[in-house]
């Protein structure tokens, strides 16, 4: 962040803090006149919303301290911690108005003073949190800060609290004064709710939690973008305070000179951190004799298809003998995928397998393909035609040839090791014959046919 848009933030950070702080004290001394439960509640919940931004307005200033001797990856973690602790104090607070509320019913019910005051600062509330809601998230989306508009965000919930605490209030003075407490209770309930919330996410920042597959799998394209990459695998993350450390293995010619590995490395490292949410990256250089990249991927594509398998099987209730094959071929692409996990660690260890000739970027295209199958065989609605026809693209021709070259050793003699290091995948001759079984369900001659091309391609030795 520039200096110029450090200011910015700063500056709509003290909007929001000045602003609720104003609404703290409006809707207080109206609601202590006034005797509201339900006006009290909500001004208390403007008071968490400063408290919050001068929490995270301070931890934001130490999370942006340089790295010292005592802290050598830098203070990120600072903003998480202060935001865990707002959030236990919005908690502790939510439970307090909730049985200040419940004591209100308990122990009888008192007629509101200044009804119009209150209601019209109420109606005050909602229009200063909108105002104030629209500015913050203009300033966030322009500045690109999370903290500013996950502010803008609690301003716009806060218009709703604000509303709740309305109604109570005005069914107070047409004449029915326990809805006043009901709407204290209810806001009391809305505070907790948010503090849970605003805490999980941050324990997971502070817990290191894994960012996810889809920022890992950028981190794995960045990193194979370099030039002399040739495998990525043992991609790891986990949050340091809101950004993320990662730790990645990649693989060089082992004929590479020790210097332009390192440099290899280091373009790794600088490509990964480009990426907005990574603040740095640990690089481990394996020098290979041959890339794990076409195991890898496909064993990527394995577990695609394993899922896309599941997803047929979930949405063929009514023919029990198809859901079993769709099953069976699911467990069979698992099974397959972790074969091709043993073998990625068998070629680190120095074997060989028949996977010179396949092409990684043919793999890539598949596997890209998979992920566009998987969302179609989600759908609702897709029929046992359809369903046989997604098989047809996932078990290709091309993909089981790829598949028995990489899990073949070029060593014909330490097959049998291979064997026993992963368990056998189901053959296709078994779910083929699964096949041709449930080719007599129904009659659907589209169906039938799409199943006896399955079963060829699966066991192309039946004839």
Known sequence: MT??????ARRATRVGIVGNGLLFVVKGAVGIV????????????????????????????VSRRAPDQGHPFGHQRAEPLAALGVAIFTAILGVSVTRAAVERLAGGIEPIRAPGWALATLLLSMLGNLILSRYLRRRGEALDSPAILANAVESEND???????????????????????VAGAVVGIWIVVGGFRFGRRNIDYLMGASPGPKLLGEIREAALGVAGVQGVHDVRGHYVGHHVHVELHVEVDEEMRTR?????????????????????????????????????????????????????????DGRPALAGVWELLATRALARADRLTVVRRLKGAGWHFADAEIQPDRLVGRKARLERILARAGDTGVTPAEAAGIALEVVERDAEEDYRAATTPLDGSLAGSL?????????????????????????????????????????????
């Not at 200096?3 to 910015?8: I, K, L, P, S």
């Not at 007599?440 to 001659?445: L, Q, S």
């Open 34 to 61: 006034s005797g509201s439960l339900a006006l009290l509640s909500d001004a208390l919940n403007s008071l968490v919303d400063v408290a919050a931004s001068v929490g995270i307005a301070y931890s934001v200033a």
């Open 3 to 8: 200096a110029e848009a450090d200011r910015a």
């Open 260 to 316: 332009q590995s390192h440099d290899v490395g280091g373009g790794v490292r600088h490509a990964v951190e480009r990426l907005p949410e990574i603040d740095r990256a640990f690089v481990h250089v394996d020098p290979v004799l041959d890339s794990t990249l076409v195991v890898e991927t496909l064993a990527a594509s394995e577990r695609l298809a394993s899922r896309i398998f599941s997803e047929l099987a979930r949405g063929a």
């Open 159 to 181: 218009i709703w609290t604000s509303l709740a605490a309305l109604a109570g209030v005005g069914a107070a003075v047409v004449g029915v004064p326990a809805l006043d407490a």
């Open 419 to 463: 064997e026993r290091a992963s368990p056998p995948p189901p053959l296709g001759a078994v779910v083929a014959n699964r096949l041709r079984a449930a080719m007599d369900v129904g009659d659907d001659d589209g169906l039938r046919e799409r199943l006896r091309r399955l079963a060829a391609r699966l066991d192309p030795g039946s004839g």
